[in-house]
Structures are given as structure tokens and as C-alpha cells.
Antibody, heavy 126, light 107 residues
Framework: QVQVVESGGGVVQPGGSLRLSCAASEFIFNNYGMHWVRQAPGKGLEWVAFIRSDGSYKNYADSVKGRFTISRDNSKITVYLQMNSLRAEDTAVYYC???????????????????WGQGTLVTVPS | DIQMTQSPSSLSASVRDRVTITCRAS??????LNWYQQKPGKAPNLLIYAASNLQSGVPSRFSASGSGTDFTLIISSLQPEDFATYYC?????????FGGGTKVEIK
């Protein structure tokens, strides 16, 4: 059973930093891209960042570009989200999700989230 | 950015009702549209990918169609476990974007 498990959430003051981790299991991790998606309390879903299977390509939502960095360590089967200069509007549950390129036609496409973790809550008080 | 608009934002329905949720993209996204179900306090779950393909393990009462800008999710006979919030999401281009969600509540 494919699993992704997030950790690292917590309360951080505005301007502070936090690093989230996402540990994966039961799939060939270094064959798949990974995403971070967030959900503010009582709100909808917002895609945050994507990293290709080998780490060679990354993309970010404009709302986090320049402040957040996605990375991965395939030897540790883990993807990370380094969050700097945190703001109150970054308060959310952060989900890690596996990408399934076959579901968007392959050929380097990405953007279908077929497995999600349970999420980790990041709170930045205003 | 591609804007995704879902309607309605909420609906009330009874068990065994047929439920229809629509999603409209601000530009053509071909068939690169996915649907997710989210229950309170849980992560979203992929129901449908590429507009009309049922994800493995998803009951056949869920179906979907559409292409271009207009898409539909249908639950043919609503079951108690289907009361949840449903999101559409485009995988046509980054930034990947979601609809605002449709909350399906018990009448």
C-alpha cells in the first residue's frame, strides 16, 4: 500500500522558518515526482510546489516563490519543503502528494495527485 | 493562471439521489481535469483523472465527462459515505489550480 507521511509542522512566528518532511513507502520513489499542496483552515486546496523524480525540475506557486524550496533525497525516500519568511497567510495543513504522470499522458507532464499523506499543520500567528 | 469554477458551491441531497457537479475552466484544458473527494479532517482522495477515468477502487456510481472548458461529475445514486466536499483540478498547465469545492450535505 503506497504511503506518504508528512512531519515537521508546528507553530512558527512571522518571518520564521520551518522544514517539512514527507517520507514515502511502497512505491519506487525515484521514479515519481512529488508535490506539496496546502489547505488553509476552512478553505480550499492550493498547489504549492512540484519536484521531478530526479530533482532536476522544480516549480512553485507564485504565492511561495522565492520563500519556499522543495527538495528530495532519493536515498532517504523523502521529499522536503523548506519554508522561509513565513507569513500568517501560510497557515494551513500541508499535504505531500505523489504524482502520477501516466494520468496526464506521460511525456514529462505532471499534475495528478494519486496518493496523499495525512497532512501536517503549520500555524503562523498574525 | 487557469481559473477553475465549480458549481454549485454546496448542495443538499438524499441517499439514492443523483448528484451533478460542474466545473468550468477559464480556458481550454483539453481533458486534463481531475476530481477529488475530501471528507472532514482527511486528505483528498483521487476519484477521476483525465476527465473521465475512474481511479482504481472508486465505486462505479461515480462518473465524469467533459473536455475543453466544461466538465461534469455525476454520482448516480448517492450513498451515506459520499457526503463530502468535491474538488476539480486542472493538470493542463502550471500553476496547477483547483476549483473552490462543492460540499455535498445530507438533506
Amino acid at each position: 500500500q503506497v504511503q506518504v507521511v508528512e512531519s515537521g509542522g508546528g507553530v512558527v512566528q512571522p518571518g520564521g522558518s520551518l522544514r517539512l518532511s514527507c517520507a514515502a513507502s511502497e512505491f519506487i520513489f525515484n521514479n515519481y515526482g512529488m508535490h506539496w499542496v496546502r489547505q488553509a483552515p476552512g478553505k480550499g486546496l492550493e498547489w504549492v510546489a512540484f519536484i521531478r523524480s530526479d530533482g532536476s525540475y522544480k516549480n512553485y506557486a507564485d504565492s511561495v516563490k522565492g520563500r519556499f524550496t522543495i527538495s528530495r533525497d532519493n536515498s532517504k525516500i523523502t521529499v522536503y519543503l523548506q519554508m522561509n519568511s513565513l507569513r500568517a497567510e501560510d497557515t494551513a495543513v500541508y499535504y505531500c502528494a505523489k504524482d502520477e504522470p501516466a494520468y496526464c499522458g506521460g511525456g514529462g507532464c505532471y499534475g495528478v495527485f494519486d496518493y496523499w499523506g495525512q497532512g501536517t499543520l503549520v500555524t503562523v500567528p498574525s | 493562471d487557469i481559473q477553475m469554477t465549480q458549481s454549485p458551491s454546496s448542495l443538499s441531497a438524499s441517499v439514492r439521489d443523483r448528484v451533478t457537479i460542474t466545473c468550468r475552466a477559464s480556458q481550454s484544458i483539453s481533458s486534463l481535469l481531475n476530481w477529488y473527494q475530501q471528507k472532514p479532517g482527511k486528505a483528498p482522495n483521487l476519484l477521476i483523472y483525465a476527465a473521465s477515468n475512474l481511479q482504481s477502487g472508486v465505486p462505479s456510481r461515480f462518473s465524469a465527462s467533459g473536455s475543453g472548458t466544461d466538465f461534469t461529475l455525476i454520482i448516480s445514486s448517492l450513498q451515506p459515505e459520499d457526503f463530502a466536499t468535491y474538488y476539480c483540478q486542472q493538470s493542463y498547465s502550471a500553476p496547477l489550480t483547483f476549483g473552490g469545492g462543492t460540499k455535498v450535505e445530507i438533506k
